[in-house]
């Protein structure tokens, strides 16, 4: 009896770790003196200025130097987190209905190369 009360107190303990998780996506880290949201490896978040709200128009060869902040299979939306279906099927995160991407070329945490490229890539502030 003792071990199923241990066993199901630690699937209560990571469903609440799996719920957190889902509720907040992203990190908020420091480049310089600006506070911008990151992925899990510290990787900057970027918007994309031609994407409708909810749908994402960076594909194919777009895609390669900007992958999609995959959100994994199941992710719920929560305050201004949604997720965004691809066109490949693949779920991504949105921020504020903001589709959300790295960039390839970001190669450290805080990295922020991205920001304002060709005039339509931006940091996502928290």
Partial sequence: MKSVVI??????????????????????????????????????????DKDQPGKSACTLLCALAWPPFVAPAGAKSSGPWTVVTRPTGVNQWAYNGAPLYTYRFDSMRGDIRGDGAEGVWHLVRP
């Fill in 7 to 48: 066993s199901l107190g630690l699937a209560l303990i990571s469903l609440s770790a799996a719920e957190a998780k889902i509720a907040s996506p992203a990190t908020v880290v420091t480049s310089g003196q600006q506070r911008l949201l990151a992925d899990d490896n510290g990787r900057s978040l970027y918007t994309f």
